[in-house]
């Protein structure tokens, strides 16, 4: 059974500058399939976190940055971190992504509740053949790449 973070995060992490649109911030976001973009500073640290629910309404989002709408703090889980320590976390601040950090403080992944969800679903499974199937298989394409494979493929 996976019971670490770093077991089914997203290992590659999309972010954007500070001065980037909320328009550009949002094509990307819609090319990449995400909900959830760290916006880094000039020295490519995490400063906030855009999320879709935060660009739905902005009406002239080809002048506003993504600093005047993103979230700050930016909430971190340590890779080894035990999945149930997670979802509490993200329950109690009531939030739908945390960054991953490593023992450097390095970001390394991210993990949201298509994460969560995806590890319940397998959890859930009744049918013997899903029982074998892992997330490791996946690791290198984030969950909106995934669920577009599986769209296309009619699933």
Known sequence: ?????????????????????????????????????????KSDNVIGLLSQRDIQYVPD????TVELM??????????NL???KVVFQMLE??????????????VVGIVTTDDLLWQ??????DEKEDRGLTLTAMEKQTIGEIANELSNAGI
């Open 93 to 106: 601040k009531k939030i739908s992504s945390l960054l991953v950090i490593n023992e450097d403080e390095d």
């Open 1 to 41: 059974m996976i019971t670490q973070v770093k077991k089914i995060m997203t290992a590659k992490v999309i972010s954007v500058p500070i001065g980037t649109t909320l328009f550009e911030a949002h094509q990307l976001m819609n090319e990449k399939r995400i909900r959830h973009l760290p916006i880094t500073d």
């Open 70 to 79: 993103m979230s700050s703090p930016v909430y971190c889980v340590e890779e």
């Open 82 to 84: 035990p999945l149930r």
């Open 61 to 64: 989002s080809k002048h506003i």
């Open 120 to 125: 319940l679903a397998h959890l859930l499974s």
